[in-house]
């Protein structure tokens, strides 16, 4: 009986290990670093770790190599995240003067649930590429530094704030990206994946201006400007995925202090030469914010948009009330012609009765003078 306690006791703990390890996940973008430099300088690059678990759980960084330290420094090497939540750690390279050859390391990333045994973790490649006078292709080295892997396009100069999320896209299967920290308008991104994608992050950026990838603006008034990044280039494509939609939200005190048209607001798609308005519903509000859903076939540069009730009212809708406006004339004529007409009716036709009987005593006046004369 004894024993029985005893390895009941031990399943129990087992499992509940088990269940403890599946709650934690860490997530990273980009999936990869990449550096140029010349010996003796220095370059920062961001790193965004994310909680993927449905744990609060406490991160750590370091690079694995001792050797390679001390050419790092990180904004911040350990801290908690909630689920869901993301963190922007600044990683700086700083290479010795006396450095010689390209080098590659790693950094890792464990994490653990507070007071708990069982964690997970994540490694990051590092290639670092010694820029010289002429590089080890043979091509001249004045090229600016690289971004990294996964990194995105848009000066960090225009780029306000950003979110990101964290999933895995199996082939068949639903995926939506929430984003809880309510860092952007944006709320959340879904897509149906016709294939097997992995582990996928998405990047929303708020951006300060219009994008300087995108040579005009949109039309109406302009509420935000985001770039949205859906894993790494090429991914997010008709090829792989389908159905894609954009939540989004817009605050109702820009739409009152501009006498914004709600049905006008949308959500614009630069598609690399133009802006493509695309299809968008409202799917609910708040007291200060109202909810709306873009559908998309591409992820790239997006504003939102909307226009002044004067400009809307120049549309078609004020023409149709014009001809409506028109007919009710024009029926009121008629019928006051008619009712006027009913009203007089015999009066009129009594002397049309006088003008006939006139009119036929003067033509038979006018006989009897043609016969008189013959």
Not at 22 to 30: A, E, L, T
Not at 251 to 271: A, G, P, Q, R
Request: charged content about 25%; some cysteine.
């Amino acid at each position: 009986m004894r024993m029985k306690v005893v390895l009941f006791i031990f399943a129990l703990m087992v499992s509940m290990q088990a269940v403890t390890a599946s709650d934690i996940g860490v997530g990273v973008s980009p999936g990869n670093m990449s550096y140029r430099l010349a010996p003796g300088s220095s370059e920062e690059q961001s790193l965004y770790v994310i909680n993927t678990g449905t744990e609060t759980a406490t991160y750590n960084l370091f690079v694995d190599e001792s050797a390679y330290d001390s050419w790092f420094a990180f904004s911040a090497s350990s801290f908690e995240l909630r689920p869901g939540e993301n963190k922007e750690v600044k990683v700086t390279l700083s290479v010795p003067a006396s450095a010689e050859e390209d080098m590659d390391c790693k950094i890792k990333i464990p994490c653990t649930v507070p007071e708990g045994e069982v964690g997970t973790g994540i490694i990051i490649p590092v290639h670092i590429e010694l820029l010289t006078s002429v590089s080890s292709s043979g091509k001249s080295s004045s090229g600016s530094s690289s971004s990294g892997g996964g990194g995105s396009p848009e000066p960090s100069i225009n780029v306000e704030v950003k979110e990101l999320s964290q999933q895995y896209a199996a082939s068949g299967n639903n995926v939506r990206f929430n984003f809880t920290q309510n860092a952007t308008c944006v709320k959340y991104v879904e897509f149906d994946a016709k294939k097997s994608l992995g582990k996928t992050t998405t990047v929303v950026e708020m951006l300060k201006g219009r994008s300087t990838l995108t040579p005009n603006i949109p039309d109406g008034e302009v509420y935000r400007y985001l770039n949205i990044w859906v894993g790494n280039d090429g991914i997010a494509t008709p090829e792989n995925i389908e159905n894609a939609v954009i939540g989004f939200m817009v605050n109702k005190t820009w739409v009152n202090e501009n006498n914004i048209d709600i049905s006008s607001i949308s959500l614009n798609c630069y598609d690399g030469e133009k802006w493509e308005p695309l299809s968008v519903k409202q799917v609910g509000e708040d007291e200060g914010r109202l909810c709306l859903e873009a559908e998309t076939v591409r992820f790239s540069h997006f504003a939102i948009t909307g226009k002044k009730s004067d400009e809307a009212d120049m549309g078609i809708v004020p023409i149709t009330r014009a001809g409506e406006k028109l007919k009710d004339t024009a029926e009121n004529l008629e019928s006051t012609a008619v009712k006027n007409f009913e009203e007089k009716s015999p009066v009129v036709l009594a002397k049309i009765e006088i003008y006939k009987e006139t009119l036929r005593e003067l033509c038979l006046d006018m006989i009897h003078f043609v016969q008189g004369k013959v």
